[in-house]
C-alpha cells in the first residue's frame, strides 16, 4: 500500500524508481550486511514550493557512521548532498519518508565487509501523519535486544532488524501493538523501531545510550526539547518494574514522532499525558519550521 517516490539514487545516478534493480545474488540480502537511515520531509506549510527537512545532518551523520562500522568510507556531506538532489529530483507535493540504505552491492558469497564492493541508494514514500490517538499496547519482547559486543548498535546495521521483526510479529500474534525489548541485563532497551521514555515523579527518563539503544535522532530532540522547558530529565539504567510504576510511557522515532503507549503487558497506564503531550506539540512545531530558536534543525530545500 505504498506510493514510491517516482526517482531513486542508484549506483550514482538518479533513475526511475522502477528501474532500480539489484540481483539475487546480493551480499547485503543474504548476510543483512547493510545499514539504513530514514528521515521526514514535509512540505513548508507557509510554502508549498519548500520541503522542510527535520536535523538532515544528524541523518546524515548517523548513515555516515553506520557506513564506516560496515568498512564503508561515505562523508556525511555527501549524503546530505544526495538527499538534497533527491528531493529536488522527486518534487514531492505530499508528506514522504526518505529511506537511504548503504549496503555490501557485491555478487560475492563470503560473509566479510573486505574487498567486497558497496553502494549508497535512496528511495522515498509517501507517508502522512498517523498517530494511534489512545496509545499504543506494548507487550514486553521475549526476544531480547542484540549485545553492543555482538555488532556495532549505534548504527542502523539491517541485520539487526530480524529481531526487531522477531518481536514486533511475536507482539502482534498476541494481541499487542508493538513490543518492548529488554537488554541481555534486563533492563529496557527499545521498541522495534523506536526508542523508548517513560515518566516518573515529573521527572522524563530515558534509558541511556550504552543501554543498546539506537541514537535516536527524535530521542536526542526530546531530551533537548524537555531540557529547555525545564522539565527534568534523567539518562539512566530503566528497570522494567519501572515501566508498570511509570506515570507515563511513550516512544520516540523519525515515522512515529511521539507514540503514547497506553499499556504494557497486563497494566494499564494513566490516559493523562501532561509530559508528552508538551512535547508532542512542541515536536510538530519545530519540524514545520514554526519555532525560531530551533530553526537550525531544519533544512529548506526550495522545489523551485
Ligand atoms: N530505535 C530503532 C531500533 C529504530 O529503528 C529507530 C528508527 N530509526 C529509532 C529507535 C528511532 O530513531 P530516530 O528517532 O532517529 O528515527
Redesign the pocket.
Known sequence: PYTYLPVAFFQNRFIPFTDAKISIATHALHYGTAAFG?LRGIIDPQNSQQVLLFRLDRHAARLSQSARFLHYDLPAEKIQASIVEFVRHNRPTKSFYIRPLVYTSDLGIAPRLHEVEKDCLIYGIELGDYLPADGVRCRISSWCRQEDRSLPLRG?ISGAYIT?SLAKTEAVASGFDEAILLTAQGKVS?A????IFIVRNGQLIAPDVCQD??E????DSVLTIARDLGIPVAERPVDKSELYAAEEVFL????AKITPVKQIESYELPSERPIANRLRSMLAAIVEDREPAYRNWVDRVPLT
Open positions: 530514514g542502523k526487531s527499545e522495534t523501531g523506536m526508542n539503544v539506537l535516536g535522532i527524535t530521542r520516540s522515532g523519525t515515522a
